[in-house]
């Protein structure tokens, strides 16, 4: 049975809104809607989410089809950056990049690479010590951390080489017999349950 890390889709970026608080964008809803009617969606048994707005909005559109409730797990949250606050796209994505290649040190202040991988493997063992194996789950969440946790599944060394493609709305599957990787990052829209590694 099959586990899968989503990424939400595209936000409103608001650089006087925390980065926490932001919110899926007119694309970002449209592309998490797009999915609703996919079998796997209805398969889903649990959905745990981040506390961030925007993988909870994405979170509430899958809910919305199973009828389920959507657990709120807080350590899920992307790698604490609010050190430096909001990061204009160019910046941002020079300081990923550092991010990822010395992940045992802080970028001026914000959670290292190595202590976010930690936590998020750490919360989402957690939960599936505690989950019926034969339960299609979902865990909701961010690029960073996701891309963190698929690095410990496969067994490699942290590099932003495994990073999701950008935009987000992505997403990897795990087996839940023996947590390994089925298959990489895949556009949410294009994800099919019996999707394997190319």
Same mark, same amino acid.
């Given at each position: 049975m099959f586990a899968l890390y989503i990424t939400h889709p595209q936000v409103r970026?608001?650089?006087t809104v925390p980065v926490p608080l932001w919110g899926l964008s007119e694309v970002g809803a449209a592309r998490a809607n797009t999915i609703k009617d996919r079998?796997?969606?209805?398969?889903?048994?649990?959905?745990?989410? /981040? =506390?961030?707005?925007?993988?909870?909005?994405?979170?509430?559109?899958?809910? %919305? #089809?199973?009828?389920i409730n959507v657990e709120i797990v807080e350590a899920m949250h992307e790698n604490d950056r609010s050190a430096t606050g909001f990061l204009a796209p160019p910046e941002f994505e020079e300081a990923a990049d550092w991010f990822?290649?010395?992940?045992?040190?802080?970028?001026?202040?914000?959670? /290292? =690479?190595?202590?976010?991988?930690?936590?998020?493997?750490?919360?989402?063992? %957690? #939960?599936?010590?505690?989950?019926?194996?034969?339960?299609?789950?979902?865990?909701v969440?961010?690029?960073?951390v996701g891309t963190l946790l698929k690095c410990h599944l496969a067994g490699?060394?942290?590099?932003?080489?495994?990073?999701?493609?950008?935009?987000?709305?992505?997403?990897?599957?795990?087996?839940?017999?023996?947590?390994?990787l089925s298959c990489d990052w895949t556009p949410i829209e294009n994800w099919r349950e019996n999707d394997k590694w190319p």
């Open positions: 970026i608001d650089p079998p796997w969606v209805g398969r889903l048994r649990r959905i745990v989410s /981040s =506390a961030e707005t925007k993988a909870i909005e994405t979170a509430e559109i899958l809910a %919305s #089809v199973t009828g990822f290649a010395n992940p045992d040190k802080s970028f001026h202040g914000w959670e /290292s =690479a190595a202590d976010a991988q930690s936590r998020i493997v750490g919360e989402v063992m %957690s #939960v599936l010590d505690n989950h019926d194996a034969s339960h299609p789950i979902a865990f969440g961010h690029g960073a490699v060394p942290i590099s932003r080489a495994h990073d999701q493609p950008g935009g987000g709305g992505n997403l990897f599957a795990f087996s839940l017999a023996d947590r390994s």
